[in-house]
């Protein structure tokens, strides 16, 4: 495995890139202009307090909100958006959203696994659904996933019988299997026991140090400064503070950040 | 442990009761009746199955669409839908397939044409119309079913399907649909019987099922009790039979559902 150099080569195309992003919900606006960019191989973590948007720019960014204003390019290609009855934007050309959704991956912070499939059955799905993988070629995927977040022996078990922990782990093993280029991680660690955060920070820490580019939203502050190579700090719908790990933990400029660093210590 | 005892004993007694009233029933009434009218038994017997299994099918499929509608479809459809789901269970069953059959079956004969048409034998058959009305009466009940059913999928699960880049059709057909059909598989059971009990009611239009022909046997033999009783058993299978199936299946979804 390659280990992450500090700074990852720039391509000089952002991956990702939201130019300022708005959202309103009944109109009350929720995001208030966010900009943020991801190069291949970034890390990024997005980290703020409860409700400041840190959810809703991430789906903002795979389009399972509608942005109200903004613009949003993945892998170069800008999203083409129109404005729909309800004034926020709308995808104009949905088979490209699917492309492009194919390959952002996406996981939740309830794991949203399909419960009435097993485990192999909730991996092989997409890749047979949307890439039209032959069933043993997803098959072949879908074990060396469960290989590789250690739940092979689990491959036929139905989700509800797994803890959480490896709920999550198979859920990301299911976003893998699409091959994504980007990961989008909703607190993937919130929903779970304190005793099975672990096993799922080693199995992102390991998709951090392939190089994988990835957007985390997270409360686990000594992850975020282990794994991120840009902390992005959210407060009330605004990036407030953006960084490497140390210049946000170590020397925080704004009030609002210096509070939440201190409420966090 | 205590529990399954208890019912054990009280299975015993049920049985022993029962098997009474079998031999009571077997050597003090008339029964003799009963090889004459087998073959014709059997016939009826094989209409109402049909009936049953074919309306059930169509009637779940055509749910689907108007459950659909309801949960996220335009407003005007979702009305639609809604209203239609109203009427059909607001309505007696029996008055809807005599709208069907003496209704339409009214204005048929004069529509330009149509008594020319290929399909014109089958317009006077009372077995299309009894199919119709069973169809929507099912279709009613179980658009409402359904749609609770949809609605009550987490939403989660939809958009784990859409991250992936998933056709909304694919979502509805792979998970959507799968799981609505496990949150109503309890009520199914019910649901099946209740329509197997509606059977009997297109014998008021001609159709020769199960009913008809114990209705027949009495008319012919003047034997009162006895087809009744035996009628009473029929269904009480059949609906015995229905809900094993359905014990079988939620059994297999509980399964995966439960740690
Ligand atoms: N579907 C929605 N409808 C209405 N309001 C919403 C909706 N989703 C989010 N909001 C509001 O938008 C704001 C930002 O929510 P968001 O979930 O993005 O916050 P967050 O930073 O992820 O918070 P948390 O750490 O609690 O997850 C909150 O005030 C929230 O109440
Ligand atoms: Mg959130």
Not at chain 2, 143 to 151: K, L, W, Y
């Amino acid at each position: 495995m390659n280990k992450k150099s500090a700074t990852p080569a720039r391509a000089d195309q952002p991956v990702v890139d939201i130019r300022g992003l708005r959202k309103s919900f009944a109109g009350i606006e929720v995001l208030k202009g966010i900009d943020l960019q991801a190069y291949a191989g970034e890390v990024i973590a997005l980290i703020g307090g409860s409700g400041s948007g840190k959810s809703t720019t991430l789906r903002c960014i795979n389009l399972l909100e509608a942005p109200s204003a903004g613009s949003i390019s993945l892998f170069g290609t800008p999203l083409q958006l129109k404005p729909c009855s309800t004034g926020d934007l709308q995808i104009a050309d949905r088979a490209q959203l699917r492309r492009i959704r194919a390959k952002l991956g996406m996981v939740f912070q309830n794991f949203n696994l399909w419960p009435h499939l097993s485990l192999e059955q909730n991996i092989m799905e997409a890749p047979m659904q949307v890439l039209r993988y032959s069933k043993g070629e997803a098959r072949d995927a879908a074990h060396a996933l469960l290989e590789r977040v250690g739940l092979y022996e689990k491959r036929c078990s139905y989700p509800a019988t797994l803890s959480g922990g490896q709920q999550q782990r198979a859920a990301i093993a299911r976003s893998l299997a699409m091959e994504p280029e980007v990961m989008l991680f909703d607190e993937p660690t919130s929903a779970l026991d304190p005793e099975l955060v672990a096993e799922v920070l080693a199995v992102i820490q390991g998709l951090a140090e392939e190089g994988r580019t990835m957007i985390i939203v997270t409360h686990e502050m000594k992850f975020a400064a282990q794994v991120a190579n840009k902390i992005m700090f959210l407060n009330e719908g605004r990036v407030e503070e953006e960084g490497t790990a140390q210049q946000i933990f170590g020397n925080p400029n704004s009030e609002r950040l210096k509070q939440f660093v201190s409420s966090i210590k | 442990m205590f529990k399954a005892q208890v019912l054990v004993a009280h299975r015993i007694a049920l049985a022993l009761f029962f098997a009474a009233l079998f031999a009571l029933a077997a050597v003090n009434m008339q029964w003799d009746w009963i090889p004459d009218y087998a073959a014709k038994i059997l016939q009826g017997l094989a209409k109402t199955i049909v009936l049953l299994i074919s309306t059930s099918i169509a009637g779940f499929i055509l749910c689907i669409p108007i459950a659909l509608a309801q949960v996220c479809g335009p407003k005007p459809l979702a009305w639609l839908a809604h209203k239609f789901c109203t009427i059909i269970r607001g309505t007696p069953l029996l008055l809807q397939i005599w709208l069907l059959y003496y209704g339409l079956g009214s204005i048929f004969p004069y529509v330009p044409g149509l008594r020319e048409a290929w399909i014109w034998p089958y317009l006077i058959d009372p077995w299309p119309y009894a199919f119709v009305a069973l169809t929507l009466s099912f279709a009613g009940y179980e658009g409402e079913t359904m749609r609770g059913a949809f609605a009550g999928v987490a939403k989660g699960e939809l958009e784990a399907g859409h991250a992936l880049g998933m056709h909304p059709f694919t979502i509805l057909r792979r998970i959507w649909l799968p799981r609505a059909i496990q949150r109503v598989l309890p009520t199914l059971n019910g649901e099946l019987i209740l329509q197997l009990k509606a059977t009997p009611l297109v014998a008021t239009i001609a159709v020769v099922d199960t009913y008809a022909i114990f209705a027949r046997i009495r008319q012919e033999t003047y034997i009162i009790y006895e087809p009744l009783l035996l009628l009473a058993l029929t269904y009480l299978l059949l609906a015995g039979l229905i809900t094993l199936l359905c014990k079988y299946f939620e059994a297999k979804s509980r399964a995966r559902l439960s740690s």
